[in-house]
T-cell receptor, first 112, second 116 residues
Framework: GIQVEQSPPDLILQEGANSTLRCNFS?????LQWFHQNPWGQLINLFY???GTKQNGRLSATTVATERYSLLYISSSQTTDSGVYFC??????????????FGTGTRLTIIP | GAVVSQHPSRVICKSGTSVKIECRSL??????MFWYRQFPKQSLMLMAT?????????EQGVEKDKFLINHASLTLSTLTVTSAHPEDSSFYIC????????????FGPGTRLTVT
């Protein structure tokens, strides 16, 4: 099956700092999503980004599909950004059996 | 838009009993719903995929007789954990999407199951 690796596994930053989270995947995908899992367990959709670049406020994401990686940028971090960030991908050749495979996650802690 | 709800949010049951978890898409019709399980400090693992009106497709290693899934309508899927045991204690999360419109999945808030 497809492999999805995220780095770094843990990140501790001071409030106001910027960060870059990386997601590498092993095969062609037709879906890539970034999520933030808050302390209560809710997965919040950040980006649906199988390719290209998107921005939403302090967050932006870029997926380079041909090189099989995606980056999530968080600028001017706030304590509410703390939590676990997951990327998840869906194999492009899995027609009829579409499913997301989740990465291992990056645990982000923002210190006031 | 694209809101998915789950009920209950938290449940404690005794070993040997069955528990039903509901997953609803509130503002869209979900042709496909997914059920995931997450253990503490781990990632999400897909358990099964259910399409409205047909049998669920289970991932390898997931017991279909233990985890019964019903997707009776375009807005409701249920997961029943039968004869629950302490090792079934986990965080169960559902997701939903509209096939053919986008591949994006929308997730419910999760159900924390504790079996005593």
């Amino acid at each position: 099956g497809i492999q999805v690796e995220q780095s770094p596994p843990d990140l501790i930053l001071q409030e106001g700092a910027n960060s870059t989270l990386r997601c590498n995947f092993s095969d062609s995908v037709n879906n890539l999503q970034w999520f933030h899992q808050n302390p209560w367990g809710q997965l919040i959709n950040l980006f649906y980004i199988p390719s290209g670049t998107k921005q939403n406020g302090r967050l932006s994401a870029t997926t380079v599909a041909t090189e099989r990686y995606s980056l999530l940028y968080i600028s001017s971090s706030q304590t509410t950004d703390s939590g676990v960030y997951f990327c998840a991908v869906e194999l492009a050749t899995n027609f009829g059996n579409e499913k997301l495979t989740f990465g291992t996650g990056t645990r982000l802690t923002i210190i006031p | 838009g694209a809101v998915v709800s789950q009920h209950p949010s938290r449940v404690i049951c005794k070993s040997g009993t069955s528990v039903k978890i509901e997953c609803r898409s509130l503002d869209f019709q979900a042709t496909t719903m997914f059920w995931y399980r997450q253990f503490p400090k781990q990632s999400l693992m897909l358990m099964a995929t259910s399409n409205e009106g047909s049998k669920a497709t289970y991932e390898q290693g997931v017991e279909k007789d233990k985890f019964l899934i019903n997707h009776a309508s375009l807005t409701l899927s249920t997961l029943t954990v039968t004869s629950a045991h302490p090792e079934d204690s986990s965080f169960y999360i559902c997701s939903a999407r509209v096939w053919g419109v986008t591949y994006e999945q929308y997730f419910g808030p999760g159900t924390r199951l504790t079996v005593t």
